[in-house]
């Protein structure tokens, strides 16, 4: 996923140098992976769990708490925002929407932001009002943030062949919970081998043909670039 995410920044053509904030930082590993190319960009996360940011502040990282619906930071101070498995978690009914505003707000113009979320696939997941879950259609995505102000640069689908095995782990979710939210349902392993960079090796793949605007039919992952207009509105 990193792979992909590189893929599209580089086509986002960053500054030399600038300011990152990371919403949804977790433990600063995102951040980490950033500045460690670009050493003359000032990152700063933000999150609401105690535990990551607790991490990320000894890994030497600047961070503080606080929601992607309410930002304490001031009005195009940001180069560049990245959110990363966040949206899909804030409240429904237009939770996502108010933290894209927000992210607009605190994005210089002409500015970026990257974005992965989930998306829609097999089986069709309904919003889950009880964990405030929900799944993306990349035209859902791209209305969203069209309604927050932003120019889309490159939104698809990823993750496509590495998703078909999330299909058995779901129906069977499907038959043994009742909420439309189901965590994560398998066990990280080393992908070492052959069979590691294989995985590797499609998933650039994917990226580079997100890149070049594919529309994949199919895939569990969306990621959008977008861009934050000269002309922005306030």
Same mark, same amino acid.
């Given at each position: 996923?990193?792979?992909?995410?590189?893929? &599209?920044? $580089?086509?986002?053509?960053?500054?030399?140098?600038? /300011?990152?904030?990371?919403?949804?930082?977790?433990?600063?590993? +995102?951040?980490?992976?950033?500045?460690?190319?670009?050493?003359?960009? $000032?990152a700063?996360?933000?999150?609401?769990?105690? =535990?990551?940011?607790? *991490?990320?502040?000894?890994?030497?990282?600047?961070?503080?708490? !606080?929601?992607?619906? =309410?930002?304490? #930071?001031?009005?195009? #101070?940001?180069?560049? /925002?990245i %959110? &990363?498995?966040?949206l899909?978690?804030l409240p429904?009914?237009?939770?996502?929407?108010?933290?894209?505003?927000?992210?607009?707000?605190?994005?210089?113009?002409?500015? *970026?932001?990257?974005?992965r +979320?989930?998306?829609?696939?097999?089986?069709?997941?309904n =919003?889950?009002? /009880?964990?405030?879950? $929900?799944?993306? %259609?990349?035209?859902?995505? @791209?209305? !969203?943030?069209?309604? !927050?102000?932003? =120019? /889309?640069?490159?939104?698809?689908?990823?993750?496509?062949?590495?998703?078909?095995a999330?299909?058995?782990?779901?129906?069977? !979710?499907?038959? %043994?919970?009742?909420?439309?939210? @189901?965590?994560?349902l398998s066990?990280?392993?080393?992908?070492?081998?052959?069979?590691?960079?294989?995985k590797r090796g499609?998933?650039?793949?994917?990226?580079?043909? &997100?890149?070049?605007?594919?529309?994949?039919p199919?895939?569990? %992952?969306?990621?959008?670039? #977008?861009? &934050?207009?000269?002309?922005?509105?306030?």
């Amino acid at each position: 996923m990193r792979d992909v995410a590189g893929s &599209l920044l $580089r086509k986002a053509r960053l500054p030399a140098s600038g /300011v990152l904030i990371d919403v949804g930082c977790g433990s600063g590993q +995102t951040m980490s992976w950033f500045t460690a190319e670009r050493r003359q960009w $000032r990152a700063v996360g933000l999150d609401l769990s105690l =535990d990551g940011l607790d *991490a990320a502040s000894h890994a030497g990282q600047t961070v503080m708490q !606080a929601s992607a619906l =309410d930002l304490p #930071c001031k009005s195009g #101070c940001a180069d560049l /925002v990245i %959110t &990363l498995d966040v949206l899909q978690h804030l409240p429904l009914y237009g939770g996502d929407v108010r933290a894209l505003e927000e992210m607009r707000r605190v994005i210089k113009p002409g500015g *970026a932001l990257l974005i992965r +979320t989930n998306a829609q696939a097999f089986p069709y997941t309904n =919003d889950d009002s /009880v964990f405030n879950f $929900r799944k993306y %259609t990349p035209e859902g995505l @791209h209305r !969203a943030l069209a309604v !927050a102000g932003f =120019d /889309v640069v490159a939104l698809g689908r990823v993750n496509m062949l590495p998703g078909l095995a999330e299909i058995p782990r779901e129906l069977r !979710a499907r038959r %043994t919970q009742s909420s439309e939210y @189901h965590g994560i349902l398998s066990q990280a392993r080393p992908a070492a081998g052959w069979p590691g960079r294989l995985k590797r090796g499609w998933l650039r793949l994917e990226g580079a043909g &997100l890149v070049a605007g594919w529309q994949l039919p199919f895939g569990r %992952t969306i990621f959008a670039l #977008c861009r &934050l207009g000269l002309t922005a509105r306030p």
